[in-house]
Structure formats: structure tokens, C-alpha cells
Nanobody, 126 residues
Framework: QVQLVESGGGLVQPGGSLKLSCAAS????????VGWFRQAPGKEREFVGAHRGSAQNTYFYADSVKGRFTISRDNAKNTVYLQMNKLNPEDTALYYC??????????????????WGQGTQVTVSS
């Protein structure tokens, strides 16, 4: 079983950038699709982006972050990253990474992922 730990969250001004990390232990992340989700106060958790790795090497992003957020992997470090640029206050949330093998149609759904990290807080404020 893989375990996930997120890091890199913090306080950033509007227009700024942060890079979140999702470090895995237990098993290699290359076997999994890795998703990023976020949950703002008083709101449901929502899909941010995902990377279906291995031979498929396909990226998915929510419309709200497309063009601003980028997912990348470092297989040597068994880590997946979420680079977040042009942050705005609406991006304030607890960010989670998750790993799984979602079937077609579930890559944007929480139910597609079996393993979750504990989350890292991102706050965008001046």
C-alpha cells in the first residue's frame, strides 16, 4: 500500500506561486494515477488535476486552474508536484493528493482514488 504526504503549502499573495509536493512511500507512484483535489471552507472537495502515468502519460485539469496549474512527476524521488501560478483568493483551500487507478470517467471523482494524503493548506491573501 502506498502512503502519501503533501507539503509546500503556505500563505502567498494574489498573483504569486506555490509548488506543492506529494511524496510517496511504500510503493512506486509510477503505477498509479495521481490526482490533486482541494477543499475550501464550507465547500465540498473538488477536483484540481490529475496525471495518468506510465504509458498513457495524460494530464487532466479543472477549468478553473487550466493554464495556471501544472502537474509533474519525479519518479526518482517518487514524488508528484503541483505547480500553482497566478494564484488568487479563490484558490485558498486544503489541497490533497490522491493515488489510485481510476477507470474511464472517474479520474475527476474522489471515488477513483484509494489512497489520500493528509492535506496541505494554501492561503492566498494580501
Amino acid at each position: 500500500q502506498v502512503q502519501l504526504v503533501e507539503s509546500g503549502g503556505g500563505l502567498v499573495q494574489p498573483g504569486g506561486s506555490l509548488k506543492l509536493s506529494c511524496a510517496a512511500s511504500g510503493r512506486t507512484l509510477s503505477h498509479y494515477t495521481v490526482g490533486w483535489f482541494r477543499q475550501a471552507p464550507g465547500k465540498e472537495r473538488e477536483f484540481v488535476g490529475a496525471h495518468r502515468g506510465s504509458a498513457q502519460n495524460t494530464y487532466f485539469y479543472a477549468d478553473s486552474v487550466k493554464g495556471r496549474f501544472t502537474i509533474s512527476r519525479d519518479n526518482a524521488k517518487n514524488t508528484v508536484y503541483l505547480q500553482m501560478n497566478k494564484l488568487n483568493p479563490e484558490d485558498t483551500a486544503l489541497y490533497y493528493c490522491a493515488a489510485g487507478q481510476p477507470i474511464v470517467g472517474t479520474i475527476r471523482a474522489e471515488t477513483g482514488y484509494r489512497v489520500w494524503g493528509q492535506g496541505t493548506q494554501v492561503t492566498v491573501s494580501s
